[in-house]
């Protein structure tokens, strides 16, 4: 099984590298009646899907063209495709594509027929024996594809190249903030921002692995998974872990808009400003504190074993 989706909820697809198309229903695993015209025309590609459930219609693109099968099972050909390119097609809400066996570095992309020029970086790192499919994403409205390392914005309108990358990409991800993620062959990840396309992570403990996919999940922490050694799992990077020592131990925590004071079992108040992560203003007592406030005028109400301040 080379790919898996998902058509209705709870409806599923499976992708195999022969072509043939099984779905899994209501408890059930089918096989798609016509998978005879699939493989007829396939000829070693993989094949990139839409089904619409409620014509019961499937529309699927290979390298050779684009081809759609009715309820009935009869199949007519939408596109012949016979230059060297990443051909592009929106069906419904749906997206289907295929990259074409590349033989040079002037290439097209065609999105849903329009077609556009692009040339391939051809310098050493331009991996022109790399023969991996495409990858489209959209992020923010933004349609991204890729070619072996090169990875170009549609706008609507126009053909942009965005980025080289320093091997093939093989993975696209959109996290909640719109950073793009680029996963590489053998070579970890860039995050792009969407405002500067710059490169603003680093996980060295990734460097060397094939990155297939990235998930911000609801807490704001990320799932990675490799090709070489299974799924990484890294929490929230914008929290910052700060450390008070070994032996502190904590009593109470008050925070204000601004500052967050700390209470400890050895009588240190801490006021520590997130903006000045590394100005913490320590005042010591003679006992250890058990409760605190800061009211609204901003003064510290502290109480310790037999005293008030």
Not at 101 to 108: A, E, F, Q
Not at 214 to 234: C, R
Request: glycine share 6%; proline share 3%.
């Amino acid at each position: 099984i080379f790919g898996f989706q998902e058509s209705k909820p709870g409806k599923l697809w499976f992708k195999s590298y022969s072509g043939r198309l099984s779905y899994y229903e209501d408890g059930k695993i089918f096989s798609y009646p016509y998978n005879d015209k699939i493989q007829s025309v396939i000829k070693n590609s993989l094949i990139s899907l839409a089904y619409s459930e409620d014509k019961k219609q499937l529309d699927f693109v290979i390298r050779t063209g684009r081809f759609r099968i009715d309820s009935l099972g009869n199949m007519v050909t939408l596109d012949s495709i016979k230059e060297n390119g990443l051909f592009y097609y929106e069906v419904g809400k749906e997206s289907i594509w295929t990259l074409t066996r590349l033989v040079r570095n002037n290439h097209i992309i065609s999105i849903n027929d329009q077609k556009f020029e692009i040339t391939l970086d051809d310098r050493i790192y331009a991996f022109s024996d790399f023969n991996g499919s495409a990858r489209t994403i959209k992020c923010a409205g933004i349609l991204y594809l890729t070619i072996r390392n090169h990875l170009f914005k549609y706008d609507g309108s126009e053909i942009e190249l965005m980025h080289v990358g320093r091997a093939p990409i093989i993975s696209l991800s959109c996290d909640r903030v719109n950073n793009l993620w680029v996963g590489y062959l053998n070579s970890g990840f860039d995050r792009l921002s969407p405002e500067s396309f710059n490169n603003n992570l680093s996980l060295p403990q990734l460097e060397s692995f094939s990155i297939t996919s990235v998930l911000n999940d609801k807490d704001g922490g990320l799932w990675i998974t490799t090709l070489e050694n299974g799924v990484y799992y890294f929490p929230n990077l914008e929290i910052i872990n700060q450390s008070f020592g070994v032996n502190t131990k904590i009593r109470k925590v008050f925070s204000t808009s601004n500052i967050v004071a700390i209470g400890t079992q050895q009588g240190s108040l801490m006021l520590y400003k997130p903006s000045q992560a590394n100005n913490l203003v320590e005042k010591r007592f003679n006992a250890p504190i058990w409760s605190f406030f800061i009211d609204s005028f901003g003064k510290i109400w502290l109480y310790t074993d037999s005293e008030l301040y």
